[in-house]
């Protein structure tokens, strides 16, 4: 093998490793017996959506999966995301999301948290209700 | 030849590998953060495992001092392992709701969340003090909206800027407190922004967040020249209901009749001295899946103004807007119009009927967002509460610019623009502006 060849593989091999990864599935989870609609969801995380009945919907981000949820569900990148929630803070006095390390971290607070809704890289187990899956 | 083009070609995808990579890098800095979290809390385990050994030891060696009550100490010292347990899980049961409070709070922190807003600027003339030139400071917006419960919320901004004496001076922009009954409806009482038209709610004294350089002359603030009753006192209703294909939203609002004081609009935080009053409405449609981004709506109030010239005199201002706003990830196109049609209610006498407006049109592109401006406004010098503002001149102004985002929380914006007054003191301007602004 020519060594400008090697040189040209090398390369692509290490821009392929930088690559950021996005989970191939993603799992939309509520505390058991929150069951907001599908078509909810962009809602709830973009602060349109703050209650379900008498219930306060409390979302939180997944930092390990937050740019397959951006991307697959939100269809908005970190940026746009952020400057979003700005906005939103800035009008109307809401927080964004707590941001938790990952599915295990997630899943606690869902279990934990009446109106806790938050996505999973892995399929929960029981104990939560899965409003859809992406 | 052959050498220098493989040379290139590394360098190339080396520095494309290096782009790709940041992304990843981002994420491993925060992995590596919560593996240093980790890691501390697997030590401050392990600490307590070994204060409990510990603990045991010493409620044996206590046991074994006894003489009658030997045996029964030593049953005790063998059963504190499970109560030492029962503790610990008590502590981290404690420890879990903590962390779900901070969490339900929102932010993601202990404590408040503060977030705040600065920009600086430099150009021929300054943004809003068309008299002044050279490098200015805008302003440092200090921002607060505390969760305090569930339907309890709260926001204060306060805002320090330096006038045209360059003296620094602050205003408590925003002081609200609000009850959420649902999403469809919030009472807030306090000091807010006058829920007219889109502007004036959509984008408040943090520069960084709007797109143009500075606001539309007339929407400016009291303090800043502004000729519309920008800040309520008062009580505001406010939410939104979901329709089929849309949002349907809704304001009312009920305040202190504003006054007019040397030569500004006053909001009267404090109270008023007689009945007057402020009250209107918004109503509004943000269309969903067939026109998303587009909102379209209408607005009125009607305050009573009092004057500073004149004990006693009120001036009815009655005001009707319509407005739109095309906000998506490609555009960003506003448009306001409102009329006037105010009378002297001390005197009596016609009505005065003024108008003022603006389209703003701007295109987010990758590198970019350009944007254009025309404003206008005819406001009659013969209606009280135009002819007692400083400001509250006739006027029209074309306005080109350029924001630069250069990253999530800092912008570089560029305009260029003139201005002609064109009654009271008729005159001219070109600016040449540049602004630096950031969120935090």
Partial sequence: MQPKHAIWIFSLLLAGNGAAAVADDLYLACHAGVSIAATDVRDVFLGEKQFLNAVRLVPVDNMAAQPAFLEKVLKMNGIKYATTWAKKSFRDGVNPPAVMANDAAVLEFIRRTPGGCGYLEMEPAEGVTVIAKY | MRHFHALVGWAICVLGSYCLTQPTFAADSRDDRVTVLEEKLDRSLKLIEQLTVRMRELEVQLANKGTAAAPAQSAAAAESSPQTQERLENVEEQL????????????????????????????????????????????????????????????FELTFEVNEHGQVESDLERAQLGYQFSDAAT??????????GYYNTAFHHGQQIATSLRRPRFLLFEDQGGVMPNHTVGAWLTG????????????????????????????????VDRGSAIYGGNLGYLFGDTLDGLKVGVSAFRSNISDDQQTGRITRVDNAGVYFAYDTDRFEHIGEFYRFNDSDRTLGGPAHRSSAGFLQLGWRLPLAMP???????????????????????????????????????????????????????????????LDYAIRF
């Avoid at chain 2, 009482?189 to 006058?194: C, L, N």
């Avoid at chain 2, 008729?426 to 502006?433: K, L, R, S, T, V």
Wanted: net charge negative; no cysteine; proline share 3%.
């Fill in chain 2, 187 to 196: 009472l807030w009482i306090g000091r807010f922004h006058t829920p007219f």
């Fill in chain 2, 240 to 271: 939104a209901d979901h329709l089929s294909d849309g949002k349907l939203t809704y304001d009312f609002f009920v305040g202190n009749g504003q006054a007019i004081s040397s030569g500004s609009i006053d909001a009267r935080a404090g109270g």
């Fill in chain 2, 371 to 433: 944007y254009l401006r025309y404003e206008r406004a005819v406001l009659d010098q013969n209606d009280n509460y135009f002819a007692l503002q400083a400001e509250g001149m006739s006027y029209f102004r074309t306005a080109v610019g350029v924001r630069f985002d250069l990253d999530a929380k800092s912008a570089l914006k560029l305009e260029l623009a003139h201005t002609r007054n064109t009654d009271r003191l008729i005159e001219q301007w070109n600016d040449a502006m």
């Fill in chain 2, 96 to 155: 879990a709701q903590l962390t779900d409070a901070n969490a339900a709070r929102g932010g993601g922190g202990p404590g408040v969340p503060l977030h705040g807003f600065a920009d600086v600027g430099i150009g021929n003339h300054n943004a809003n003090e068309p008299e002044l030139k050279g490098a200015n400071v805008g302003s440092l917006d200090i921002f607060l909206n505390p969760q305090l419960g569930e339907h309890t919320r709260s926001l």
